[in-house]
């Protein structure tokens, strides 16, 4: 018997003025969710969904940098000297780095401007895909491994040494500030196995980062952008073996600080879950950390976890991540 496991990107939150001091999770009504995952509990939330999946699958902490987890995920060749780079959208002003979550108002710019400037980066042999609104991946052939500010909070400016660093301030200078600025970066080094109990899985995402977990523990992966689109494509590969569904909007939204639209896809979620899976045996919801629609950052703290696997967890209890998995599946 096969197991649903869906990701609830960055479900928890804090409570929000405009929801009546409530969280977006605590309103939003998802009859489908709670009437079938009837069990509830919580384990220790993550930083950054790529360190909570890596755990949560393998038992250990990531030691593969997260740009080189979205490049396996997008397909592209991250062996040899070759290093990778995560790009997402930002503002450089007034010293600092703004990183922005409305980047679809300028990506098609943004995208356009980067490629009239990549041969700036042409000696490195280097390759670059596109995602999500103007992120990007870049691996070229470079020994430099530049620790640089990371998303989502805003950070004092730090200058990206070498041709990486005149490719991304040419195009900051050509949009009035607005470039793709790189974080995450690195080499392929060591990823572990993932838990035996998972056995055949199949991930679908629109996130290379959760679908570069998944691929880099030998795992099918499906990039999927409309997550209309993902339910159908997973009950179908349900019958075949696990299936990790991500719903990464959900975090995109609370990045936004629009509660609304966060209520709107968790309820959006539900009905689709009600639609593809109302027989479905072997279920469960998670989260890898919280997001708020208050600031816009993420929040390390405890998460839940919701099942209508019949398990040994007591009703309530933190369970510690790297034994989340082992449990649920110990009675299969």
């Not at 490719?167 to 009035?176: D, R, S, T």
Request: with cysteine; net charge negative; hydrophobic share 40%.
């Amino acid at each position: 018997m096969n197991t649903l496991f869906v990701l609830l990107d960055g479900m928890e939150d804090d409570p929000h003025p405009l929801l009546a001091g409530k969280k977006p999770y605590e309103i939003a009504k998802m009859p489908f969710m709670h009437g079938k995952a009837k069990h509830k509990s919580y384990t220790t939330g993550r930083g950054y969904t790529q360190l909570f999946l890596n755990e949560f699958f393998t038992g250990h902490p990531p030691e593969l940098p997260r740009a080189v987890l979205e490049a396996i995920g997008l397909g592209m060749d991250i062996s040899g000297n070759r290093t990778a780079y995560r790009l997402s959208p930002a503002e450089i002003k007034d010293g600092m780095i703004h990183w922005s979550y409305h980047a679809h108002l300028f990506c098609d710019e943004l995208m356009s401007t980067m490629m009239k400037h990549f041969h700036i980066l042409r000696k490195y042999k280097p390759e670059i895909e596109f995602f999500l609104n103007g992120r990007a991946v870049i691996t070229m052939e470079c020994d430099d491994v530049p620790d640089l500010p990371a998303p989502p909070v805003d950070a004092p400016f730090k200058e990206v040494p070498g041709a990486l660093g005149r490719f991304v301030m040419k195009v900051a200078k050509e949009m009035n500030g607005i470039t793709d600025y790189p974080w995450g970066c690195g080499k392929f080094t060591k990823q572990y196995p993932p838990f035996e109990c998972l056995r055949k899985m199949t991930a679908i995402s629109d996130s290379p980062t959760a679908l570069g977990v998944a691929a880099s523990l030998g795992h099918d992966i499906r990039l999927v952008g409309r997550v209309e689109d993902r339910f159908p494509i997973a009950k179908k590969a349900l019958e075949e073996g696990n299936v990790f569904l991500h719903i990464d909007e959900v975090d995109e939204y609370s990045h936004q600080k629009d509660p609304y639209k966060k209520v709107e896809i968790l309820e959006r979620t539900d009905r689709l879950m009600a639609e593809y899976f109302g027989d479905a045996e072997r279920v469960v919801y998670f989260v890898d950390h919280g997001t708020s629609c208050v600031t816009g950052e993420h929040i390390i703290m405890n998460v839940p976890f919701w099942t209508n696997i019949e398990t040994d967890m007591p009703e309530g209890e933190l369970i510690p991540l790297d034994q989340v998995i082992p449990r649920l599946m110990r009675k299969r």
